[in-house]
């Protein structure tokens, strides 16, 4: 497994308080890039701009990877363009939260 592998892996961990789906399965994160010093960027987004757990769910993210043995240094950047949709949802995140 590649460590960018790992990284998304990690993600699945990471869960949306307020809807209770993680943010992978939510379609929130757009890219995971590691370099050769095993330095990560993440670029994700939200559901909204004025998300109330804009920090937890950005925090709770930049922790989880941190958590990777080897890992350099971290950065974890909010983007809002391309605006994020229900249509970036996985089939299992859609089942959970009921929406068909």
Excluded at 21 to 39: R, S, T
Excluded at 51 to 63: A, F, K, L, Q, R
Aim: net charge negative; charged share 20%.
């Amino acid at each position: 497994m590649t460590l960018a592998t790992e990284v998304e892996a990690s993600l699945f961990e990471v869960i949306d308080p307020e809807l209770g789906v993680n943010v992978m399965d939510l379609g929130l994160i757009y890219g995971v890039d590691v370099d050769d010093n095993n330095n990560v960027n993440i670029t994700m987004t939200l559901t909204t701009p004025g998300c109330p757990m804009h920090d937890t769910i950005s925090n709770g993210v930049n922790y989880r990877v941190s958590q990777i043995e080897g890992i350099g240094e971290i950065d974890v950047k909010v983007v809002w363009e391309p605006a994020w949709s229900p249509a970036k949802m996985t089939d299992r995140a859609k089942e959970m939260l009921g929406i068909g």
